[in-house]
């Protein structure tokens, strides 16, 4: 069973940073696109960022120049290094990941349950 799993949220200062991580099952194939999306209280869920396999990457307006996405494709994980941090960016955080199980399987896209953010003082 694929399982996508976030972790690293918390309670930080404005101006403050965290660092998210989300890992994959070891057990797949391959991995395209990974993203990070969030929903803060009373609001639609949003983009946040994505990074393809190639390195390749995207960034919602909101986060540019404060947020950084990266991947260890050994390790099937992605990371959200975030700084800079602002009340607004109070949410919980998902991961999606674009799985393929095994060569002849189609893709789909898997998510995780979920980090907390929480940015206050």
């Known amino acids: 069973q694929v399982q996508v799993v976030e972790s690293g949220g918390g309670l930080v200062q404005p101006g403050g940073s965290l660092r998210l991580s989300c890992a994959a099952s070891?057990?797949?194939?391959?991995?395209?696109?990974m993203a990070w999306w969030r929903e803060a209280p009373g609001k639609e869920r949003e983009f946040v960022a994505r990074?393809?396999?190639?390195?390749?990457?995207n960034y919602a307006d909101s986060v540019k120049g404060r947020f950084t996405i990266s991947r260890d494709n050994a390790k099937n994980t992605v990371y959200l290094q975030m700084n800079d941090l602002k009340p607004e960016d109070t949410a919980v955080y998902y991961c999606?990941?674009?799985?393929?199980?095994?060569?002849?399987?189609?893709?789909?896209?898997?998510w995780g349950r979920g980090t907390q953010v929480t940015v206050s003082s």
């Open positions: 070891e057990n797949i194939f391959s991995i395209n696109a």
């Open positions: 999606t990941a674009n799985i393929r199980i095994t060569p002849a399987s189609s893709q789909y896209s898997y």
């Open positions: 990074i393809f396999s190639a390195g390749f990457t």
